[in-house]
């Protein structure tokens, strides 16, 4: 079984700088996930899609943030302006359905760096 | 509300000895608990879980963590480390399917 893939692994750009990351679940997931990782601490969740509709974004910074899941697979966030806070892995999964217990899967991360 | 505390942000053991990672808990209901486990530059990996069945759950690569409700704690361990254990772990508090809590995580060093 494929897993979750992710695009870019890797990202430097200056502030104020726009970015777009891509995330492909695992096929059948109607669930998906973006969470962002800063360094030292653990994924907090940006935005939950169930299929193309969001389940909820009330950690996603909407002025800069946004996110898309438009035929209810595969999945972009963006971030425009990016600040230097925003340095982080974004980390994208996907599972059958809500909640940890049900194949939740994680992909390898974008790792953005604003400098 | 639920929250999750890892009590720990580094760990070292030396290979061959006992691993023991904690982690507590707070939640208004009756909690899933999970561990992960992420290597550099790799995604975050399911270790084990707690859904309210047995208190004590084993998963893979030889670990094991006990639900302790009295103590709100479920903290994990593993009887012997091996060098390829080295990583940052992380233990997940979720009530139902829309509230994921992570810890802060604890880095595993192993010492040869």
């Known amino acids: 079984e494929a897993g979750v893939a992710q695009s870019p692994r890797y990202k430097i750009i200056e502030k104020r700088q726009s970015v777009a990351f891509w995330c492909n679940p695992i096929?059948?997931?109607?669930?998906l996930y973006w969470y962002q990782q800063i360094l030292g601490q653990g994924p907090k969740l940006l935005i939950q899609?169930?299929?193309?509709?969001?389940?909820?974004d009330s950690q996603l910074p909407k002025d800069r943030f946004s996110a898309e899941r438009l035929k209810g697979v595969d999945s972009t966030l963006k971030i425009q302006p990016a600040k230097l806070e925003d340095s982080a892995v974004y980390l994208c999964?996907?599972?059958?359905?809500?909640?940890?217990?049900?194949?939740?899967?994680f992909g390898s991360g974008t790792r953005l760096t604003v400098v | 509300a639920q929250s999750v505390t890892q009590l720990d942000s580094h760990v070292s053991v030396s290979e061959g000895t006992p691993v023991l990672l904690r982690c507590n808990y707070s939640?208004?209901?009756?909690?899933?608990l999970f561990w992960y486990v992420q290597h550099p530059n790799k995604g975050l990996q399911l270790l084990l879980k707690?859904?309210?069945?047995?208190?004590l759950v084993k998963g893979i690569n030889g670990f094991e963590a006990e639900f302790k409700k009295s103590e709100t704690s479920f903290h994990l361990t593993k009887p012997s480390a091996h060098m390829s254990d080295a990583a940052e772990y992380f233990c997940?508090?979720?009530?139902?399917?829309?509230?994921?809590?992570f810890g802060k995580g604890t880095r595993l060093h192993i010492l040869p």
């Open positions: 707690y859904t309210s069945a047995a208190t």
């Open positions: 997940v508090v979720s009530e139902g399917d829309d509230k994921i809590i």
């Open positions: 096929s059948g997931h109607a669930t």
């Open positions: 939640s208004s209901y009756s909690p899933s």
């Open positions: 999964a996907s599972s059958t359905s809500g909640g940890l217990s049900y194949g939740y899967t």
């Open positions: 899609f169930q299929n193309n509709g969001v389940v909820d």
